[in-house]
Each structure stands twice: as C-alpha cells, then as structure tokens.
C-alpha cells in the first residue's frame, strides 16, 4: 500500500465521521426543540448533541492536513518538510483551541479559547478564499484547478461553520432562560427561530461539504 492509499482511506474516514455524526448533532439539537417532550429530556438531547459533535469538530479541522498530504501523494502539491511541520504545529494548536472551547464554555478561559477559535476559523476562511482567487486569476500557489476549487470551498466551510456558531448564541441563551423560567409560547417562538437560523447555516454546510467530496472524487474542475 502507497502513501496515496493510505491517505486517501484517511480522508474518506474523515468525510464519514465528519458529515455523519454531525447529521447526528443535526437531528438531536432539532428534536431539542420539541414542546411535547419535557424540559429534562429536552436539555439530555441538547447534551447528547453537545458530546457528539466533539468528533465532527475535530474532522472539520484534520480535513485541513489530511487535504495537504493527500493532494501531495498526487503530485499536485510539493511542499517542503518545514512546511508540513508548521502545518501540523498549526492543527495541533487549533484543535487544542478549538476542542478546549467547546469542552469548557462553562469557564471564563474555555470561553476566551472559543473566542481565538472564531478569529482562527474566520482568518483562515478568509485566507483560503482569497488564495483559491488568486489561483485561478494565476497569481496563487496553485493551478486553477480541482485543488484551488476545493481549497476555496473548504475556506467557504470555515465561514458557515462559523455561522453556525454566530447563530447558536442566542438560540443558547434561550435554552439557559428555558431552564430557569420555564416554557413559555415567547420563549419557545425564540428557540424555533433560532434553530431555523441554525439549520439554515448547517444545511448550507452540508452542501459545501458533499461539493468537496464529488469534485475530489470526479476531478470535475481538472
């Protein structure tokens, strides 16, 4: 078995886990908002969504080296050793960021990592973005290719996880009002609504992400 091949059993592993336990967080956090059920089984769904969605978060992030040394095995790409060596040192440090601010939003410091997490995610977003452009306007490091598409893309990923995030703040506050007044039709009109805002982003995450997937196995854009 070549460096190929194990990269790209490592990558198709990172799709499933990502997309289908997030689906998982999906329908948990949807059924959350159910009036019929009581408030407790309401918050263990909520929880049950929270643990779950630890392993889509840390996927979302090793697609990010996972995409750099498979698009190497390929030919490509070729970049050097200190490249991928800051390239791991970046991920290690975004998944210590990212995981340990979703694991202690309770805390002052787990709220602060959840904050730099938000500055990483939409830099990068950002960046990535701007170099897919430059690619294909023949000034970035790529050619305007499947590989500046997807490098694009996954930056377009970042914004509406992103988004996501933005969206889940006040559906958040609401939960914390429904465990201390009680439910009310005002208070549950202000869960819907923001678990529509939510799912609006997730689904337009999910897009993206199959996009990725059926141009990496199709090499629709050369």
């Given amino acids: 078995m070549d460096q190929y091949e194990i990269w790209k059993f490592l990558h198709i592993c990172m799709f499933v886990f990502w997309l289908g336990t997030d689906m998982g967080v999906m329908i948990c956090s949807k059924k959350s908002t159910d009036t019929t059920l009581s408030i407790p089984a309401r918050f263990q769904l909520l ?6 969605e630890l392993l889509p978060r840390v996927m979302w992030v090793m697609a990010l080296p996972l995409g750099i040394h498979l698009s190497k095995s ?17 991920v290690v440090a975004w998944l210590i960021i990212n995981v340990g601010g979703a694991t202690n939003l309770e805390k002052p410091w787990g709220q602060q990592l ?21 690619s294909y306007l023949g000034n970035g490091p790529f050619e305007a290719n499947s590989i500046a598409l997807k490098v694009g893309l996954y930056g377009l990923i970042n914004i509406t996880i992103l988004g996501i995030e933005i969206a889940f703040f006040p559906l958040g506050e609401a939960f914390a009002r429904l465990a201390e007044e009680g439910s009310s039709p005002e208070l549950e009109e202000s869960i819907s609504s ?6 609006m982003w997730v689904h ?11 141009i990496g196995v199709t090499k629709i854009a050369g």
């Fill in 194 to 199: 923001g678990m529509r805002t939510t799912l």
């Fill in 47 to 52: 929880e049950i969504a929270l643990v779950i």
């Fill in 74 to 90: 390929l030919g490509y790409i070729d970049p050097s050793l200190i490249t991928l060596a800051a390239m791991w040192v970046f």
């Fill in 114 to 134: 959840s904050k730099i997490n938000r500055f990483i995610v939409a830099s990068l977003g950002v960046a990535l973005i701007i170099v897919a452009i430059s």
């Fill in 204 to 214: 337009t995450t999910y897009f993206m992400i199959f996009v990725v997937a059926f």
